[in-house]
């Protein structure tokens, strides 16, 4: 359900490529917050105590409701981020997935098991079960305003939890939809609620201590924000942040499929992709080749708004000042644009850029440009391209493009990233089985997979005593007792391992 407040101030969400007004949103205060989080807690017993089957009933409900809704879904996405409608139904599509994996895994991960006890506690019974941690609140971005807040509402349902959710001050609506979806199929109590606004609605979020955990995306600045916030309560959070991620080419890569894949996930979404591939390094053998094949697709490309455009208009309009900053400064250090150039910034439009040339320490290579641009460089050999691909603060995710199976797993191990995929662009996001998360100033925690799961859980050990034996931890215990197990202790952890 959408949270309501009597009186309070609206905001508009505005179509970025048209400036036309999508609808008005309320402003939801501290109060409103509050009282959203109050209901979420009422909310949480309720869910909680469900169990696993009736969680996952409703949640696969949730799933076919969201899927009847799919056309609905994606057209109110085309409107709020600009996007083509087919990369909204894409989307949604994966977001149904991830929603259908947790629902049908949840039990299975979370829920009790028996653990060996060991020969030292062979009279103990040990059980591993992992308990709700009861509100969640989850602080959603604009880029993908349906996949990446469901890699955390999902899962935090799943779990047993209760969501209150603010999205992107640019797609309120998609998060009133999305919530109004969980509330037709699940409307004894309001498990999943959206709350709207700006920063200050955010923050009152992270900042209040009825929250049990946060799950953000966004910025690495603003992750710091919410931190400094959850700080004040000990609120822990997930925070999945911007990347500059990398792909490398190798000498016998299948050039047609990289610069495929290259250009896909450079330019889709404008480039607005927080896994898109901003630096592409290529073994000198097949530099000039693999350049030409990724310039000439980059030329057929076509922002806009209208449904035959390959991508749409930059969401935020504060991004295109980082995007010409990025190109100007490129080009003023020596770099070249193979596509486009400088001109290509026609607001709220950009068009493909691909520069070549441009050193280490230029914006472009060290910042997260998120726009539809790709610097391209040539390397010795993939041990270069990996050293080149973690010289940067970011490790979000990676794509390496190879002939042998051997070396572009070692690449992809060697690359300081949460995820990375070789020969195929981010193929890790389909697959909802594995964790999607980043190292450094990527951020930190999983969404995703059993990991995601656990992200929103917390273990609970508990042991139970099936028969006495002589007891250490007692002043009744006797040196005989200590003896016994001196000599057990002994046998078992004593002798000389050999190589």
């Known amino acids: 359900m959408s949270v ?193 606004g700006r920063g200050p609605t955010g923050a009152a979020l992270a900042a209040s201590p009825a929250v049990d955990k946060i799950a953000f995306t966004g910025s690495a600045r603003t992750a710091r924000r919410v931190m400094a916030a959850c700080a004040a309560n000990l609120t822990p959070i997930v925070a999945e942040c911007s990347g500059k991620d990398a792909c490398l080419v190798d000498a016998d890569a299948d050039l047609d499929a990289a610069a495929d894949a290259v250009l896909w996930g450079a330019m889709s979404n404008a480039g607005q992709t927080c896994i898109g591939v901003e630096r592409v390094y290529v073994v000198d053998e097949a530099y000039e080749a693999f350049l030409g094949k990724l310039a000439d697709r980059a030329r057929g490309l076509r922002p806009g708004f209208d449904r035959e455009a390959d991508y749409g208009p930059i969401t935020m309009p504060a991004q295109l000042d980082v995007i010409e900053r990025h190109i100007g400064d490129a080009l003023e250090r020596g770099g070249e644009a193979v596509v486009g150039g400088a001109a290509s910034v026609r607001r709220p439009y950009v068009d493909p850029v691909v520069l070549t040339g441009v050193p280490d320490d230029a914006a472009a290579v060290r910042e997260e440009t998120f726009g539809p641009t790709v610097t391209v460089h040539r390397v010795k050999d993939l041990d270069e391209a990996v050293e080149k691909a973690n010289a940067t603060g970011y490790g979000l995710a990676g794509t390496v493009f190879s002939g042998s199976r051997s070396r572009a797993l070692d690449a992809a191990r060697r690359i300081r990233s949460g995820m990375t995929s070789i020969n195929s662009f981010a193929s890790f996001v389909q697959v909802a089985a594995l964790p999607f998360g980043g190292v450094g100033e990527s951020g930190f925690g999983r969404v995703h997979g059993a990991d995601g799961l656990r992200e929103f859980a917390r273990p609970k050990a508990i042991t139970r005593q099936r028969f006495a034996t002589g007891n250490l931890t007692s002043f009744a215990g006797t040196d005989k007792d200590m003896a016994r197990v001196l000599g057990l202790v002994t046998l078992l952890h004593g002798r000389r391992h050999r190589r």
């Not at 008005?24 to 501290?30: A, F, L, R």
Request: glycine share 10%; with cysteine.
């Open 4 to 196: 309501t407040v009597e009186g309070a101030g609206t905001f508009a969400s505005l179509n970025p490529a048209t400036g036309e007004v999508v609808a008005e949103h309320p402003v939801h205060d501290d109060a409103a917050v509050a009282a959203a989080l109050g209901r979420a807690r009422e909310a949480a017993h309720w869910w909680g105590a469900l169990g696993w089957k009736e969680r996952r009933v409703r949640l696969l409900n949730v799933k076919g409701s969201l899927t009847r809704n799919l056309g609905r879904m994606a057209e109110l996405v085309h409107q709020e981020t600009g996007k083509p409608l087919k990369d909204a139904q894409l989307e949604i599509i994966m977001a149904v997935a991830h929603l259908d994996w947790a629902a049908r895994n949840a039990a299975k991960v979370l829920g009790p098991r028996s653990v060996r006890p060991g020969l030292m506690a062979l009279n103990q019974r040990c059980l591993l079960e992992y308990r709700p941690l009861g509100v969640v609140g989850v602080i959603g971005p604009w880029n993908y305003p349906v996949l990446t807040p469901m890699g955390s509402i999902a899962y935090a349902l799943a779990a047993g939890n209760a969501v209150v959710f603010k999205p992107s001050e640019y797609t309120p609506g998609v998060g009133e939809l999305l919530a109004g979806i969980v509330a037709g199929v699940v409307p004894e109590h309001p498990v999943l609620q959206t709350v709207t």
